[in-house]
């Protein structure tokens, strides 16, 4: 075996999920995801949050150098011996992400392989399923359901993609090989990618929501109740750093996003509506034209956002699509603590 295969099954090790026990029920430690920009030694990693994200591309800065340090497999190694060594202090999530960053733009690390999300992390793409018997009759919905598409909802491969687009167009930019000094680069027509991107994929989530007799999705209001709610597959798992792991979270029927500690609402639809009112006139606040890769740029936040203080709540713009997640998520955090600290008996 050459040394090329034993630095990739090294980075096997590293980034495929060793199966743990499941959390106890009562266990409390999703409340840690209550916060989302504090960075904590068991919290679960998110590329939405821009504090983990930060940290991130400082890794993936050490990294780069220590690839460029030495030719070869011996840079490779460098880099492996590093992140084995940071994952004993670091949030280990944070460390495998700026590995993967590294090996998706770094000539040299890109000789090694990142192995498909369903071989790194089955517990949160393959469900368990249960077979039925084939003398079972199959209950055919008289009316158009949601659960009709939770396949397309928790299909392994669309999920890929979406993580393997965050590897190519991070949001919080790319270390340079050629210069890992400077400050991270944003890819050009990121910002026009990322729109061409989302617009893709909701087209083709409306596409099998008509085919199976719903209606297409419809703009959410910030302050609505959102009538329908979402039950994850109990089999599937997402990891927390200290090793446990427990079932995604589920969102009940008719709730609503609710503020985050110091950021409210209202401030996520002010940025919002700001977007919009730029995408509608075709000028930005400041009158420059709106381009598909500006506005593209500045829905997403990255560093070519025409906001510069995007990372503040009171800019103009913000940062309203990773917050914006982050506001969605929290509601199924904030609904599954209670439920895991207030067991119905």
């Known amino acids: ?9 090294r980075v096997d090790n590293l980034l495929v999920a060793h199966p743990t026990p499941p959390a106890p029920a009562s266990s409390p430690a999703l409340a840690l995801l209550a ?3 504090a960075v904590t030694g068991a919290q679960h990693f998110s590329p939405f949050n821009s504090a983990q994200m930060k940290r991130v591309t400082e890794i993936l800065r050490q990294l780069t150098i220590l690839a460029n340090s030495a030719p070869g497999t011996a840079g490779l190694k460098a880099v492996l011996d590093e992140a084995d060594k940071l994952s004993a202090t670091e949030n280990p999530e ?4 700026a590995l993967m960053l590294l090996m998706t733009h770094h000539p040299d690390a890109r000789q090694l ?5 369903e071989k790194r992390l089955p517990q949160q793409v393959l469900a368990s399923k249960t077979p039925v018997p084939a003398h079972r009759a199959v209950t055919v919905p008289s009316q158009p359901s949601e659960t009709a598409l939770k396949w397309f909802r928790e299909d392994p491969k669309i999920n ?8 190519v167009y991070p949001a919080s930019g790319f270390i340079d090989p050629n210069d890992p000094s400077a400050q991270p680069i944003v890819k050009d027509r990121q910002g026009e990618l990322f729109l061409y991107m989302h617009e893709q994929m909701l087209a083709r989530y409306d596409t099998e929501r008509i085919a199976v007799g719903l209606a297409p999705v419809k703009p959410l209001d910030y302050a609505e109740t959102i009538q329908e709610g979402y039950d994850p597959d109990p089999h599937l798992r997402v990891d927390a750093s200290g090793g446990a792991n427990f079932p995604f979270a589920k969102r009940d029927p008719g709730k609503r996003m609710g503020d985050l500690p110091g950021l409210p609402v209202a401030t996520l639809k002010r940025w919002g509506d ?6 509608r006139s075709g000028k930005f ?12 740029a500045t829905v997403e936040a990255t560093a070519a956002s025409v906001d510069p203080n995007r990372e503040n709540p009171g800019s103009f713009y913000g940062d309203h699509h990773k917050i914006w997640a982050i506001f969605f998520w929290r ?3 904030i609904l599954e603590t209670n439920r895991r600290n207030n067991p119905v008996s």
């Open 331 to 333: 509601i199924s955090i």
């Open 1 to 9: 075996m050459d040394e090329l295969q034993n630095l990739q099954l």
């Open 113 to 117: 392989k990142l192995k498909p999300l």
């Open 94 to 97: 944070i460390v495998k992400y």
């Open 274 to 279: 700001n977007l919009l009112q730029a995408a």
């Open 160 to 167: 890929e993609h979406h993580e393997h687009w965050h590897l």
């Open 35 to 37: 916060t989302p920009r």
């Open 285 to 296: 606040r400041d009158g420059t034209t709106v381009t598909a890769d500006a506005l593209g």
